[in-house]
């Protein structure tokens, strides 16, 4: 199969604009006659859920959670990038677009990403006027910081609740939706396989998670918005219930993936305590603004962070990268982590982190000017370390927190399903391989508010409208297959649960499919992955029944998935023997120890189609072409 | 400091209409560096291993944000630590050989589905019944167009950062939402966008609290002691304010 990218002609500030004229529209009177239905209610599914209610579509959403108001997305600390040029600091849509696309390490789909930029503004003032209260200066106007990766401040930013303020405003939009009729909301229900008919996705097979009822639900066409895939690490930033159930089960239905290998490991977060750990917490990249990254200079010296003189600590960042300092993108920041860490230079019990100090900081601007900024933070790191980060230095390490790789869309959001639409993480598109601060919370809400309004009604408008509905025989089939993974994943009964399988797989995947990856390792985990995934089904014991509220069982049905994907994740990462961005393979680094990438054999987006159970994936390539951004060797320097 | 043996009596209940009752369980090997959520993750797998049902509770973010733990800890809404959600309580704030009782949320606006779980939904009721600005994606004018001093627009985030968790509820000798309804009242009415729709989205706002079966509001102040994210009542005073103006001057 040929990937059709669907890039539109012409200069690259004109395509989205050509694009939305030649699009197809629907007619506001036909529109109420098509239904759609959204999965996730994050700032992607939440947005477009709104958006598509007040364009006139009936739409069904879904959530796994109590409320969409708990969606992910919500806990995004530090902001939102938008290239509005208020600091006047020199930034520009092609400033951001740039940006993005050296961010990415030259793996993103450029008309995406220059779409992403031009749209970064209406956000700002579609949530400004949601009544979403970002931080202002004393003038009233909206105030700006800086985050990694970019040397101007275009960050909004709402204490450090971005992401909840930006989320409790589409929540809002579309609670509104719902009150009108338009939306019809479905909270506690999980999407646990797609339906295609004639080669079109029509609805969705749902289990209920409070009495166990499976159900389908048939529409014109569906819009995924599930997030990312963090959690097959098992430990992440991500929340408990974030999976990647429903986009693998698109997967198998037919929907390329795109990228696996593409995993951002977030510098900052709070390190690991005990076995008992279930989630990591990250702690904004914002405090990079201010926080100053070091180790002692010498191996082994375990002398608490006050006793070790200026002259003896390393501040490896500023050190290295002169002109970036603390402030370098997200994968650079967490190799370098790693990297002294593996010197036997890390701090605390572990030996397995780094000091994140604000002494200087505070001297400097006073302690109270340091709260108002970072607070909140501050004190969500002393109720889960027990220590005042106003008079000890932060003790931090990389964690999984975000996933760039995902289905594969092309410039409409549609994936290769005609009628399935993937906005925000749970797409490849717009971050290629590494993504930058404040950026995931500006590409949800721009498929969702911007894009997917657009080229749905494209698709809608050129499709047969040709009155499925739920009991159609391929919905039945659906459902039959639903019911049987289940009765199978009860019936196996084994002695283990499905926390000590979820954490021995993510151990495997953070050992050889975390910041560094090896041939050796890559090709010897899909062999452990495998052994591990038969064990499973083997000696898996989930506690009580389908007919009830059953956490286990709900965690049981996404590990097994999470086993399918992290062998497509190994593969990729063995298949691309370059460094990119995120992924980081051994065998390619340049002297100093950066990533090398190898644009003449590597510059394209892997796409791997599903062939069948345990049988090998197959890869198909969009090559990706540079006409506005020249390669270079990515230098923080 | 040594791992801690605790004694847990726990809320259990089959589902919504089965009667429920606390089980008592004894938990050893307790760390203080765990969290709550981690301790009863600990718990759940042993019961596993028991061949018991575990304890169902609520709970994503695990980073006090998401507002969906909901455990009353020894009679406190989200337990001993002020101004914190459960999944952020950290188990130094226990010492060996306490009694530790755990309960769900209790009103009867929010029903228990299982164990420690309740439905909430009438939270999201109340907001969709007036707590938005009605403002379609794609009208609206320039960020910067309208500028709003900070000490409104602090004012209005202090309001803003409640997080749905139903503490307030929980704690309320009369189970009343008020805080909860307050709190996005007033971050809409401070802010110039909330204007246009002020008074009806009171109205609105608070008879469908009303009709969801929460108590009056006698100013206990509980909610705000424990409120995870310390939202004052002064918001009940407003709001309060808003609905006389509002029902003055609208009927």
Known sequence: MTLDAKVPDGPIQDKWDNHRFKLKLVNPANKRKYTVIVVGTGLGGGAAAASLAELGYNVINFCIQDSPRRAHSIAAQGGINAAKNYPNDGDSIWRLFYDTVKGGDYRSREANVYRLAQVSNNIIDQCVAQGVPFAREYGGLLDNRSFGGAQVSRTFYARGQTGQQLLLGAYSSLMRQVETGKVRLFARHEMLDLVVQNGHARGIVTRNLVNGEIKSWAADAVVLATGGYGNVFYLSTNAKNSNATAAWRCHKRGAFFANPCYTQIHPTCIPVSGDYQSKLTLMSESLRNDGRVWVPKTKGDNRSPDQIPEDERDYYLERRYPSFGNLVPRDVASRNAKAVCDEGRGVGDTGLAVYLDFADAIQRLGEDTIRDKYGNLFDMYERITGENPYKVPMRIYPAVHYTMGGLWVDYNLMSTVPGLFVLGEANFSDHGANRLGASALMQGLADGYFVVPYTIGDYLAGSDQNGTTADDAEFKQTEQEVTARLEELLSINGGKSVTEFHRELGLLVWEHVGMARNKAGLTKVVDEIRALREQFWQDLRIPGDQSQLNKNLEFAGRVADYFELSELMAKDALHRNESCGGHFREESQTEEGEAKRNDDDFTYVAAWEYTGQDKEPKLNKEELSFENVKLTQRSYK | ?251
């Not at chain 2, 008592?24 to 718990?43: A, C, I, K, R, W």
């Not at chain 2, 969906?68 to 809404?77: D, F, R």
């Open chain 2, 1 to 251: 400091m040594e791992n801690m043996t605790l004694l847990l009596k726990v809320w259990r209940q089959k589902n919504a209409e089965s009667k429920g009752q606390l089980v008592p369980y004894t938990l050893e090997g307790v760390s203080q560096h765990m969290s709550f959520l981690e301790m009863l993750d600990v718990l759940n797998e042993k019961l596993i291993k028991d061949d018991d049902d575990p304890v169902e509770f609520d709970n994503d973010c695990r980073e006090g944000i998401c507002g969906m733990c909901s455990l009353v800890i020894n009679g406190i809404a989200h337990g001993p630590q002020k101004a914190t959600a459960v999944c952020q309580l950290h188990m130094r704030h226990f010492k060996d050989g306490d009694t530790v009782t755990i309960e769900p949320w209790l009103a009867k606006a929010f029903p228990i589905l299982k164990d420690l779980v309740v439905d909430r939904s009438a939270f999201d009721r109340i907001i969709a019944a007036g707590g938005y600005v009605s403002m379609n994606a794609g009208g609206a004018p320039d960020a910067n167009s309208s500028p709003i001093a900070k000490a409104v627009a602090d004012d209005a985030m202090d309001a803003a950062s409640c997080i749905g968790c139903g503490a307030c509820v929980a704690a309320c000798p009369n189970a009343s939402a008020s805080l909860f309804t307050s709190a996005k009242i007033s971050q809409l009415a401070v802010l110039p966008q909330g204007q246009p729709e002020r008074k009806r989205r009171v109205l609105g706002m608070v008879k469908q609290m009303d009709s969801e079966g929460f108590g009056d509001c006698s100013n206990y102040a509980e909610c705000e002691a424990v409120c995870p994210k310390e939202i004052s009542i002064a918001h009940i005073a407003r709001m309060k304010r808003e609905y006389m103006k509002a029902a003055l001057t609208e009927a």
